[in-house]
């Protein structure tokens, strides 16, 4: 079966940079993906790593290690509109499984 | 393009009842998926299809059936609603093969919120 795992909540400071990190363990790792999502909405795609490294995507920023079993996610000069979940999602084989999410709260 | 359309939006159901979540999508996506969202509990994947005909379970699959007979569509079929199948339940689909390191992820619909009395 699958394993991820993301803080619950975290706290940060308009301006400032967060880093949200995910660790899994599974079988047949086929990428892994991080979501969005504001309350009442739909979850959006913001980044995907398949290779080990790091992706950059304007403010956001994600980290792959196949080896380690885990991932961060990195958000620059936040914006209240920040405030949202993070999901971290593992494609395994066929199918797309999904922590608990890390809810975070930017505060001015 | 209209993406991932889920329909209803809202529904109330009564014990024992049956009813079916309509999804479809017009991006010629392989991979078709359903999730249901609970407090707490983060996506949980309920089944899910790699391609018209073709279906498997997930997570939790108990009490839900799908079909994909068409590449389009993926209804999931709620055969005796209980109260614990209260949810938001989202649908999802994705190209099945990554275009190089370039994955556009999963779309997600709006989701449609169920309320079990």
């Known amino acids: 079966g699958q394993n991820i795992d993301q803080p619950t909540e975290m706290t940060a400071t308009e301006g400032a940079i967060v880093q949200i990190n995910c660790t899994y363990q599974?079988?047949?790792?086929?990428?892994l993906f991080w979501y969005q999502q504001h309350a009442g909405e739909a979850p959006t795609f913001l980044s995907y790593?398949?290779?080990?490294g790091l992706e950059e995507k304007g403010r956001f920023s994600s980290f792959l290690s196949r080896s380690k079993g885990y991932s961060y996610l990195l958000l620059k000069e936040l914006q209240m509109k920040d405030s949202a979940s993070y999901l971290c999602?593992?494609?395994?084989?066929?199918?797309?499984?999904f922590g608990t999410g890390t809810l975070l709260a930017v505060q001015p | 393009n209209a993406g991932v359309t889920q329909t209803p939006k809202f529904q109330v159901l009564k014990t024992g009842q049956s009813m079916t979540l309509q999804c479809a999508q017009d991006?010629?996506?392989?991979?078709m998926s359903w999730y249901r969202q609970d407090p707490g509990m983060g996506l949980r994947l309920i089944h899910y299809s790699v391609g018209a005909g073709i279906t498997d379970q997930g997570e939790v699959p108990n009490g839900y059936n799908v079909s994909r007979s068409t590449t389009e569509d993926f209804p999931l079929r709620l055969l005796s609603a209980a109260p614990s199948q209260t949810s938001v339940y989202f649908c999802?689909?994705?190209?099945?093969?990554?275009?190089?390191?370039?994955?556009?992820?999963?779309?997600f619909g709006s989701g449609t919120r169920l309320t079990v009395v």
């Open positions: 790593n398949v290779l080990d």
């Open positions: 991006m010629n996506h392989e991979y």
């Open positions: 599974t079988s047949g790792f086929n990428g």
């Open positions: 999802a689909s994705s190209y099945g093969r990554d275009r190089g390191r370039r994955s556009s992820g999963y779309t």
């Open positions: 999602a593992v494609r395994a084989t066929n199918k797309l499984i």
